[in-house]
């Protein structure tokens, strides 16, 4: 299984990035995806996850802000992040596993993340 983000990039506060994250050798509507951020010297955390049937969770610092939703047909998970803010700064990868996770960090396959940087 392959994930690959793309999508990050720089912006100021209080503006907008859509993060992009392709699957492949299985279609989305087979895994539970996730996005998580990681911090210099610091956890992984869980932003948000999205089951088969395209239920949302989202951890709380980004609820109303972030929207993570999946497309089965393009196998391509997406985080639309507005009202970005510094502390969003982080490094972002997606996940998938066959198991519901949420956002519990073990899930079994990951991206090799892409850059937020918000100024």
């Known amino acids: 299984v392959q994930l690959v983000e793309s999508g990050g990039g720089s912006v100021q506060a209080g503006g907008s990035l859509r993060l992009s994250c392709t699957a492949s050798r299985y279609p989305t509507s087979s895994y539970c995806l996730g996005w998580f951020r990681q911090f210099p010297e610091k956890d992984r955390e869980g932003v948000a996850a999205?089951?088969?049937?395209?239920?949302?969770t989202y951890t709380y610092s980004v609820k109303d802000r972030f929207t993570i939703s999946k497309d089965n047909v393009q196998n391509t998970l997406y985080l639309q992040m507005n009202s970005l803010e510094p502390d969003d700064t982080a490094m972002y990868f997606c996940?998938?596993?066959?198991?519901?996770?949420?956002?519990?960090?073990?899930?079994?396959?990951w991206g090799q993340g892409t850059q937020v940087t918000v100024s």
């Open positions: 996940a998938a596993d066959f198991y519901n996770l949420q956002l519990g960090r073990s899930y079994a396959y």
């Open positions: 999205i089951d088969r049937a395209g239920s949302p």
